[in-house]
T-cell receptor, first 114, second 115 residues
């Protein structure tokens, strides 16, 4: 079985500051890991995914995440926040190859102040 | 390029009423899902359909039924709505490629209020 824990329901940063959103996972098999973003009144869209290739994954809008097996973590970072990054971010895990169900974390709302 | 289309976008029901949420995708995806999103709880899987002709329960199936009408369409039915079903409902689809878990494509959501 898989599960995800996102630390912090809200994270506030200033424009231009580093963004760090934390995600820890639990999986009984080698996991596939995902970060999704949700803008107000919209569905979720994929930011990036880890599927057992490179441990440092680059996504859209300047975001990246690093898979650390020893820490069971997949934290999302961006060097410099922009106002348009304000949204809710979800970490998700699945059990790897073939048909799988994604299990989502509870989400972290990113607030960006001028 | 519609992607995943959900109808209706908003609905208000009284307790005990029934309704169906419709979902259609035009990406020729095999798998379709229904999630509900509640504050502080993330997305929870209600039902899914791995392929046309199959449906299975997810994490929170009680009070819901689904129909995979064809490859494009996957509907969610509330037979007797309860206030606990007030939520935002998302339909999603994917085509799991061999050896890789597929990306989910989401609709814009259906906001349901049960009074």
């Amino acid at each position: 079985a898989q599960s995800v824990t996102q630390l912090g329901s809200h994270v506030s940063v200033s424009e231009g500051a580093l963004v760090l959103l934390r995600c820890n996972y639990s999986s009984s098999v080698p996991p596939y890991l995902f970060w999704y973003v949700q803008y107000p009144n919209q569905g979720l869209q994929l930011l990036l995914k880890y599927t057992s290739a490179a441990t440092l994954v680059k996504g859209i809008n300047g975001f990246e995440a690093e898979f650390k097996k020893s820490e069971t973590s997949f934290h999302l970072t961006k060097p410099s926040a922009h106002m348009s990054d304000a949204a809710e971010y979800f970490c998700a895990v699945s059990g790897g190859t073939g048909f799988q169900k994604l299990v989502f974390g509870t989400g972290t709302r990113l607030l960006v102040s001028p | 390029n519609a992607g995943v289309t959900q109808t209706p976008k908003f609905q208000v029901l009284k307790t005990g009423q029934s309704m169906t949420l419709q979902c259609a995708q035009d990406m020729n995806h095999n798998s379709m899902y229904w999630y509900r999103q509640d504050p502080g709880m993330g997305l929870r899987l209600i039902y899914y359909s791995a392929s046309e002709g199959t449906t299975d329960k997810g994490e929170v199936p009680n009070g819901y039924n689904v129909s995979r009408l064809n490859k494009r369409e996957f509907s969610l039915r509330l037979e007797s709505a309860a206030p606990s079903q007030t939520s935002v409902y998302f339909c999603a689809s994917t085509i799991p490629a061999s050896g890789e878990s597929g990306e989910l494509f989401f609709g814009e959501g259906s906001r349901l209020t049960v009074l």
